[in-house]
């Protein structure tokens, strides 16, 4: 069993339900020992809250992660999704102290640079600068969920990487597995809605490509587009890549400024 001394992985996530995207990293960092700990940057929506915090506990408890070991940052901070991007100070200071309670940290996973979801590019975008300033840049991976590169509207891709972001480290997931993380996506029912439309994408990955894979991250990235093209949060009128640079702008003026 790990241990609060055993070296750790962290696993960022913007939303309840975005943990499906590394069930495999989870389960190997268990596997191999590691103190698996997690934390969500915003809390549901609309009083969803308190049922998708549940249903994500309940997820990761069953795999054999600590209950301790999950946090809720977006519900201490009041950040709502989809607000991330207007939060980043508060979400910032909260993640820099957060990062650095861990002694020995092996590796921290972080939604991709990918233009899917605002909130998944503004926790990414802290993610980079904060691992970079603590000295743990080189063990900081990114894991795809969904974007829209070379897709017309409304069609996306799902568990894709973008090639801009780096090379891909695959880990083969044995069958078994596959179908324990596919059972896994209707714990969710809160968001059943959702998962109607991302489930046959899932299962299609797995199927095809039956792999875990997560890319580096660096700096100079975030300085750039994700991708060419409409990003699916612009697709979807959620948000825009211009207000997003200047959320980041504005957040790195008052670090540099403090």
């Not at 017309?152 to 972001?165: C, I, Q």
């Amino acid at each position: 069993m790990p241990t609060e001394r055993a070296p750790a992985a962290l696993f960022l996530f913007a939303h309840q339900d975005d943990e499906y995207g590394v069930f495999q990293a989870i389960e190997d960092s268990l596997r191999r020992g590691r103190r698996v700990a997690c934390a969500y940057l915003t809390a549901g929506a609309h009083g969803s809250g308190p049922r998708r915090n549940a249903e994500s506990l309940a997820v990761l408890s069953a795999m054999g992660v600590a209950a301790d070991d999950i946090v809720f940052a977006g519900d201490r901070l009041a950040i709502s999704d989809g607000q991330l991007p207007r939060h980043l100070d508060a979400a910032g200071a909260w993640l820099a102290q957060w990062l650095a309670g861990f002694a020995q940290v092996e590796l921290v996973c972080v939604t991709a640079w990918e233009g899917g979801h605002h909130d998944h590019d503004a926790l990414h975008f802290l993610a980079v600068q904060l691992t970079h300033a603590l000295g743990l840049g080189d063990r900081l991976r990114q894991y795809a969920l969904y974007n829209a590169w070379r897709r017309r509207a409304p069609w996306f891709n799902v568990l894709t990487p973008l090639p801009a972001n780096g090379p891909v480290e695959r880990t083969a997931i044995a069958w078994r597995a596959r179908l324990r993380h596919l059972a896994r996506l209707w714990r969710y029912p809160s968001q059943w809605k959702t998962w109607l439309g991302l489930f046959p994408f899932v299962l299609w990955h797995y199927l095809r490509h039956g792999c875990q894979q997560l890319q580096p991250a660096a700096p100079a990235r975030l300085a750039e587009r994700p991708h060419a093209g409409p990003l699916y949060y612009e697709q979807r009128r959620f948000y825009t890549w211009d207000a997003l640079q200047r959320d980041m702008a504005a957040w790195l003026a008052q670090r540099a400024a403090s």
